[in-house]
């Protein structure tokens, strides 16, 4: 059960960053500089930050999930 509750925490913790990641980088972006077509580089980080953020939300959500069917079958088996 230890293991489980750790890899909970850990889950827990990414969805977390992944999202506060995403708010800083919606920012940046909302914040950022008019550009024009030549100078589009003060979204590139932002951008790609976004991406990286939604892979980390999705990443942890599929641990949650599978911890989630842990439990549910380790509570079907006590049953």
Do not use: C, W, Y
Not at 45 to 74: C, F, H, N, R, Y
Request: glycine residues 6%; negative net charge.
């Amino acid at each position: 059960m230890m293991k489980i509750n750790s890899t909970l925490t850990q889950a827990m913790a990414g969805i977390h960053r992944g999202m506060a990641s995403a708010r800083q980088h919606a920012q940046e972006i909302a914040s950022a500089d008019s550009f024009t077509e030549d100078s589009p580089s003060s979204l590139i980080e932002p951008l790609v930050g976004l991406t990286q953020d939604q892979l980390q939300v999705s990443a942890s959500t599929a641990v949650l999930k599978a911890v989630d069917a842990m439990i549910g079958t380790l509570l079907d088996e006590k049953a």
